[in-house]
């Protein structure tokens, strides 16, 4: 419409007393585009470290003018129907499917059909675009920061390496990767759950067997927590008689003493990247790997040239 701008600038004045707001509803009903996105989460939101994903979308979708949605299903596939049936009602534009910990997932098939980026997760043959962490990167980081100390043997994994837990498969391909360019290997795993206490009872089992290990990769900061503790107990100290390294890089590697190295994992950013595809910064592609950059601290040294006995 041809408007002069005087009634224009009366208008808009008009407009600001009143507080007028538009009716975004109504705008979408007629343009089919309500500038809202939805994330559709596992148990991300209650998660407080993975709270980070939803708290990187949040920021994303706003910077971009758009409103976001969070729904936590907590794999309850009846909830995540219901669910994704009232986003699809409100005319959602586009959609976030993402996963606590990297996994592969089946996709609704409502989803299927919509706009859609995954978010820490997979789902291999759908050719969905998906945003995961560089785990196979990350690997060689940790292994890397053990090299460079010096470390050529004596190195021990600490956790559980099941090939369906992506994370732990992709990390150990790349620690592989870098030890065996060095004419180094891992010289074992000591199985364990992810959680202090488990890696506590069976780290502790393998040192009492009188095992030596000059360097420790843990698959998660809360198993360095344990092996930290197990160590401690036995009179052994970190970095003077053995070395730590970690994944995820969490509030608990600073606050150990010493102040654990740690390869971060990137939650924040994997959401902005996330948001950028969904709304079509960048080439979509198949899948996308955001790097995990290795955060240096003092649990790192070099090896002991030999062992005492406690």
């Given at each position: 419409?041809?408007?002069?701008?005087?009634?224009?600038?009366?208008?808009?004045?008009?407009a600001?007393?009143?507080?007028?707001?538009?009716?975004?509803?109504?705008?979408?009903?007629?343009?089919?585009?309500?500038?809202?996105?939805?994330?559709?989460?596992?148990s991300?939101a209650?998660?407080?470290?993975?709270?980070?994903?939803?708290?990187?979308?949040?920021?994303?979708?706003?910077?971009?003018?758009?409103?976001?949605?969070?729904?936590?299903?907590?794999?309850?596939?009846?909830?995540?129907?219901?669910?994704?049936?009232?986003?699809?009602?409100?005319?959602?534009?586009?959609?976030l499917?993402?996963?606590?910990f990297?996994?592969?997932?089946?996709?609704?098939?409502?989803?299927?059909?919509q706009?859609?980026?995954?978010?820490?997760?997979?789902?291999?043959?759908?050719?969905?675009?998906?945003?995961?962490?560089?785990?196979?990167?990350?690997?060689?980081?940790?292994?890397?920061?053990?090299?460079?100390?010096?470390?050529?043997?004596?190195?021990?994994?600490?956790?559980?390496?099941?090939?369906?837990v992506?994370?732990?498969?992709?990390?150990v391909?790349?620690?592989?990767?870098?030890?065996?360019?060095?004419?180094?290997r891992?010289?074992?795993?000591?199985?364990?759950?992810?959680?202090?206490?488990?890696?506590?009872?069976?780290?502790?089992?393998?040192?009492?067997?009188?095992?030596?290990?000059?360097?420790?990769?843990?698959?998660?900061?809360?198993?360095?927590?344990?092996?930290?503790?197990?160590?401690?107990?036995?009179?052994?100290?970190?970095?003077?008689?053995?070395?730590?390294?970690?994944?995820d890089?969490?509030?608990?590697?600073?606050?150990?003493?010493?102040?654990l190295?740690?390869?971060?994992?990137?939650?924040?950013?994997l959401?902005?990247?996330?948001?950028?595809?969904?709304?079509?910064?960048?080439?979509?592609?198949?899948?996308?790997?955001?790097?995990?950059?290795?955060?240096?601290?003092?649990?790192i040294?070099?090896?002991?040239?030999?062992?005492?006995?406690?």
């Amino acid at each position: 419409m041809r408007i002069a701008e005087d009634t224009r600038r009366r208008v808009l004045r008009a407009a600001h007393e009143l507080r007028y707001r538009p009716d975004l509803m109504a705008r979408g009903l007629r343009t089919r585009v309500t500038r809202t996105l939805a994330l559709v989460t596992d148990s991300v939101a209650s998660e407080a470290y993975a709270g980070e994903l939803v708290y990187g979308s949040l920021l994303a979708a706003a910077a971009r003018g758009y409103l976001l949605f969070v729904c936590e299903t907590g794999e309850d596939v009846e909830l995540e129907g219901q669910l994704v049936e009232e986003l699809l009602d409100r005319h959602v534009d586009a959609y976030l499917y993402a996963s606590y910990f990297t996994r592969e997932v089946e996709v609704p098939d409502a989803l299927r059909s919509q706009r859609l980026v995954l978010l820490n997760c997979r789902a291999p043959g759908s050719g969905l675009p998906s945003v995961v962490p560089d785990e196979v990167a990350a690997g060689r980081s940790a292994a890397a920061a053990l090299l460079d100390a010096g470390h050529r043997d004596g190195i021990w994994l600490v956790g559980e390496t099941e090939p369906q837990v992506i994370a732990a498969a992709e990390r150990v391909r790349g620690m592989e990767e870098v030890l065996g360019a060095a004419g180094a290997r891992l010289a074992g795993t000591v199985p364990s759950a992810w959680w202090p206490e488990s890696a506590f009872e069976q780290f502790g089992a393998f040192l009492d067997e009188r095992r030596h290990p000059r360097a420790v990769i843990c698959f998660n900061d809360r198993v360095a927590m344990g092996v930290y503790q197990a160590l401690a107990v036995r009179g052994l100290r970190v970095p003077g008689d053995v070395s730590v390294v970690a994944f995820d890089d969490s509030d608990l590697a600073v606050w150990l003493r010493p102040a654990l190295s740690s390869v971060a994992l990137p939650h924040r950013e994997l959401a902005t990247t996330a948001v950028e595809l969904l709304l079509g910064e960048g080439d979509p592609g198949t899948e996308h790997r955001v790097p995990m950059p290795l955060r240096l601290r003092e649990s790192i040294g070099p090896p002991r040239a030999s062992w005492r006995s406690w």
